[in-house]
């Protein structure tokens, strides 16, 4: 095990990859929570219950696609790094392909499925590097900051920090309510521990909060800390159901919107968690990211996974970076954490009681560290400030990561031939352009 992993190399060994893992698996571990709150819509109320799925199963897929993923990571890249359903992902999934688009759940984890396939061929074959060069790096950038605000502003709204104003569309909640305090203590709390370096912040704050949330009735008494696994059927293989039973579904712009938003997203996502973790771990030669194809391939294999289970997309987790910061250094520290969810579904119990006020201020923290994309983005070159503006403000204005791509991907060819710059767009932006385009006349304009 220690010639596999390369210990002796790397200069680490059983304890500090153990403690790693453990650190990684307790900075994801709120997405055990987060995510069946996000895919069953339990913060949208009066909705139709075939528009909801199930949250047992869609724990059981969370801890199965992350247990399966971080294994894949750990065995066959052999990089320190855990995989789960991605946040921002799942806000997609849910709030603009479910809630907007009115595309039923199932078709949505066909979307994923066909993503993840998508992905494990342009992995195999290398097209996905040209794919990523294709795209300049101020409007990735823009991406992952504008998703980093409509995470943030889905955890106001779940606190009730932020509500519906008839007047101004959206102001500040009544914060005297008693989930609303809760948020807020929780927000305060997970800030303060982020502030104090603690490994497992956000994890922890959740906990603390719940607790306390208990303490004053809020949040309700869990039945037991450890029970049956909940059933998986309601989503397990509910991806094939729309390819078997109406493939026609499957022929729309807005479908293939779908399927290439999962994929742009997991794309830059994953590309920039594997720099961030390499880099931190000391695993970067030169500019290179070692075994890099191998890494990509276990991304997209727990995409697909994750599909199957019922979820959406599976990705790596910067916050991998506080295992590594902790001393892991090798894939053995990604298989513990994939080890530990799989103890943590028998948990439910004690998870299954976790209320949207308790969960918010983690949604919110997230999108902190997301926005920190920001400062990458060139702003004094105004062709370049107006589509990554866009993009960012477009996603929580929107309510819709597509729209904020679809803008901002439709303004950069515009303003870049407009300045004169036309020899340093990419043959693939024009295509994309034309792709957003073609969405916005034929799906938004009915």
């Known amino acids: ?31 055990l929570v987060v995510n069946p709150l996000t895919l069953s819509l339990e913060s949208v109320p009066d909705l139709p219950a075939d528009m909801r799925m199930d949250a047992g199963a869609v724990f059981v897929a969370t801890a199965l696609a992350a247990a399966v993923g971080s294994l894949f990571m750990g065995l066959i890249a052999k990089y320190p790094i855990g995989l789960a359903p991605g946040m921002g992902l799942n806000a997609f999934f849910a709030y603009t392909v479910i809630l907007t688009y009115g595309i039923p759940w199932q078709t949505a984890l066909t979307g994923v499925l066909f993503s993840g396939i998508i992905f494990i061929l342009l992995s195999l074959s290398g097209l996905r590097e040209k794919i990523i060069n294709a795209i300049p790096s101020q409007l990735k950038f823009a991406v992952g900051a504008g998703i980093g605000l409509f ?10 920090i932020i509500a519906n104003h008839d007047a101004t569309l959206t102001g500040l909640g009544d914060l005297s309510q008693p989930a609303t305090l809760l948020a807020i203590f929780g927000l305060i709390l997970t800030i303060s521990l982020m502030v104090l370096n603690v490994k497992g912040a956000i994890f922890f704050g959740m906990l603390i909060t719940a607790v306390v949330g208990m303490i004053f009735k809020v949040v309700p008494l869990p039945d037991g800390v450890v029970g049956a696994v909940p059933d998986v059927s309601p989503t397990f293989g509910a991806a094939l159901q729309p390819l078997m039973n109406d493939p026609a579904s499957l022929m729309t712009i807005q479908f293939l919107v779908v399927v290439l938003t999962f994929l742009f997203v997991d794309f830059f996502d994953t590309a920039g968690t594997l720099i961030a973790v390499a880099q931190k771990a000391g695993l970067m030669k030169g500019d290179k990211l070692p075994r890099a194809g191998k890494a990509l391939l276990a991304d997209s294999l727990a995409t697909v996974t994750g599909a199957i289970f019922g979820t959406s997309t599976t990705t790596s987790y910067v916050e991998s970076t506080a295992g590594v910061a902790a001393g892991a250094r090798t894939g053995f520290a ?3 954490t994939g080890v530990m969810f799989l103890v943590s579904l028998l948990f439910y119990p004690l998870l299954s009681v976790i209320t949207s006020a308790v969960t918010a201020p983690a949604l919110i923290i997230v999108g902190v560290l997301m926005v920190s994309a920001l400062g990458h983005i060139e702003w004094n070159r105004f062709e370049v400030a107006v589509p990554a503006f866009l993009t960012v403000i477009m996603m929580p204005l929107g309510y819709s990561i597509a729209t904020g791509i679809a803008i901002g991907f439709i303004f950069y060819p515009i303003t870049m031939i407009l300045a004169g710059r036309r020899k340093e767009i990419h043959p693939i932006m024009y295509g994309l352009f034309l792709i957003f385009v073609a969405y916005f006349v034929f799906v938004q304009g009915r």
Not at 1 to 28: A, H, P, Q, V, W
Not at 151 to 160: E, K, M, T
């Open 334 to 336: 990604a298989v513990v």
């Open 1 to 31: 095990m220690k010639n596999y992993f390369n210990f002796d190399e790397l200069g680490t060994n059983y304890r500090r990859e153990i403690i790693g893992g453990l650190t990684t698996f307790l900075s994801m571990a709120y997405i």
């Open 151 to 160: 995470i943030a502003y889905l955890g106001f709204q779940n606190a009730g």
